[in-house]
């Protein structure tokens, strides 16, 4: 399982754009990229995941080198409400036909008003 | 629309003392389920995840342990407490068709004691 990388914790001001950097230089072939929001004594929320390239949605970007060795989660214009942990997964099919993912320790992200 | 609950949500349980912590999903066939827990302020381990009835993984050897007795349910026991078992316990499902994205239950936080 590839390993995965991203800072502790980071601090942001309400309005501006958040950048989160994971590094996963062990990404196998057929490995997708996925981030996850937890917010406290809930469980994760699936935010976006891709391949390769650029993956956007109606609340984040995702940005992949071709490399693939690292991704970055994009999160325009953060809110209060955007103060959560966010993880990032690599992952595909264990050949068990189930799919392993391993969460790391995330990254704390507090945005300050 | 798939659907996923799990129960108790909330438990304090003594040393020694047995556990069962039950998930069940709707609304799906065949899902791969997961029990993941979560100790304060860490973040999430994958502990069993399951491709079929009767069919159990463990990832980490422990004091746990979990049956699927049924498509859409997975159970997870122990029959002796730790205190190091104190936790979040999160139960998720995807499918084949998802490409790693988690589906996550509301949790149960247990406290050993």
């Known amino acids: 399982l590839a390993k995965t990388t991203q800072p502790i914790s980071m601090d942001s001001y309400e309005g501006q754009e958040v950048n989160i950097t994971c590094s996963h230089n062990?990404?196998?072939?057929?490995?997708?990229i996925t981030w996850y929001q937890q917010f406290p004594s809930q469980g994760p929320r699936f935010i976006i995941q891709?391949?390769?390239t650029k993956v956007t949605n109606e609340v984040a970007s995702l940005f992949i080198p071709a490399d693939r060795k690292s991704s970055t989660l994009s999160l325009p214009r953060v809110s209060l409400s955007d103060t959560a942990v966010y993880y990032c997964?690599?992952?595909?099919?264990?050949?068990?036909?189930?799919?392993?993912?391993?969460f790391g320790k995330g990254t704390k992200l507090s945005v300050i008003p | 629309s798939q659907t996923i609950h799990q129960w108790p949500a909330t438990l304090v349980q003594p040393v020694g003392s047995p556990l069962s912590l039950e998930c069940t999903v709707e609304?799906?066939?065949?899902?791969?389920l997961y029990w993941y827990r979560q100790a304060a302020g860490r973040g999430l381990q994958l502990l069993f995840y399951s491709v079929g009835i009767g069919q159990i993984s463990s990832e980490v050897p422990q004091n746990l342990s979990a049956s699927r007795p049924q498509d859409r349910q997975f159970i997870l026991s122990s029959k002796k407490l730790l205190l190091s078992d104190s936790g979040f316990y999160l139960c998720?499902?995807?499918?084949?068709?998802?490409?790693?994205?988690?589906?996550f239950g509301e949790g149960s936080r247990l406290t050993v004691l």
């Open positions: 997964l690599v992952g595909g099919y264990s050949g068990a036909g189930s799919y392993q993912l391993t």
């Open positions: 998720a499902w995807n499918g084949l068709a998802g490409a790693g994205e988690l589906f």
């Open positions: 062990n990404i196998a072939t057929n490995d997708y």
């Open positions: 891709g391949y390769k």
């Open positions: 609304g799906t066939s065949n899902p791969n």
